[in-house]
């Protein structure tokens, strides 16, 4: 009984072990996590505040905090001291002169607060080695959910971790962190900026065209995969679309993220 135990516990433990490092593209909607512990094999914090000041970084598994109510890292701010909290992400293994991309899903946890973080890149996960600022938010104030992607280089081969500082001034309330993905910057992400309007964003299902003649407009989801695909004049029906992340090309060039959320 005692050896059956046993092996059971080591086999447990290997199912916890990280399965890192990953090669993008990647992304994770965090709903496979069931449990902190999983999450925890894979992602890491390092909360410096003392634990009487609630400032830390967690998991929700209950599917409350998350975009379209699903599972979803989170931060609660401290109510007596700023922020200074990080949460790392796996390792990628990534190559120096290949472009990349970050994406997320980022709000904060109640609207009327304003809540601050920054991004980084770096070669641990550790705060001493993010070295590499991708993003600053120095106003989080919205409870909706939006998208931040940004591009970024690595100065060598080597695997790299992606390290999310908490520096909200005490008093607030808190952040939202989901659908996280990182990609090769070729093929449909090299262009983050179109030169025609698509509204709105997040889009029910009907996206609005402003342009001067019919765009070709093709929907991949965030692994790549053509999902729609139309010529668009005026606007485009993509309410059977799931809701969700995507990557819109517009005429085989430009490329934009847009969310789709229905009510």
Do not use: R
């Not at 199912?15 to 069931?34: E, I, K, R, V």
């Not at 909290?85 to 293994?93: I, K, Q, R």
């Not at 998208?147 to 909200?168: C, D, E, I, K, R």
């Not at 889009?203 to 989801?221: K, R, Y």
Request: with cysteine.
């Amino acid at each position: 009984m005692k050896q059956i135990s046993f092996f059971l516990l080591v086999f447990m433990s290997w199912q916890l072990q990280a399965q890192g490092p990953f090669t993008p593209p990647y992304s994770t909607d965090f709903n496979s996590y069931t449990t902190e512990d999983e999450f925890l094999a894979d992602w890491s914090y390092q909360n410096n505040l003392p634990t009487d000041q609630a400032g830390v970084w967690g998991f929700d598994n209950t599917a409350y905090f998350g975009y379209n109510s699903s599972n979803c890292p989170f931060y609660f701010t401290a109510s007596t001291s700023g922020g200074n909290d990080w949460l790392f992400s796996p390792g990628f293994t990534l190559m120096q002169g290949a472009n990349y991309s970050l994406s997320f899903l980022y709000a904060g946890a109640l609207d009327g607060y304003t809540e601050k973080m920054k991004v980084y890149i770096g070669n641990a996960d550790t705060s001493v080695a993010m070295t590499q600022m991708l993003h600053d938010f120095t106003d989080i104030a919205s409870a909706d959910f939006q998208m931040l992607s940004v591009s970024f280089t690595v100065p060598a081969n080597g695997t790299y971790f992606f390290g999310f500082q908490a520096l909200s001034a005490a008093g607030n309330f808190g952040i939202l962190i989901d659908n996280f993905s990182v990609d090769n910057g070729t093929g449909i992400y090299n262009n983050q900026v179109s030169e025609n309007v698509f509204y709105p964003n997040p889009c029910i299902g009907i996206l609005h065209v402003s342009a001067d003649e019919p765009q070709d407009i093709s929907i991949f989801s965030t692994d790549g995969k053509v999902v729609f695909q139309t010529t668009a004049n005026g606007s485009a029906d993509l309410t059977n679309l799931p809701d969700g992340p995507y990557f819109m090309q517009i005429n085989n060039k430009e490329t934009q993220l847009l969310i789709i959320q229905k009510y």
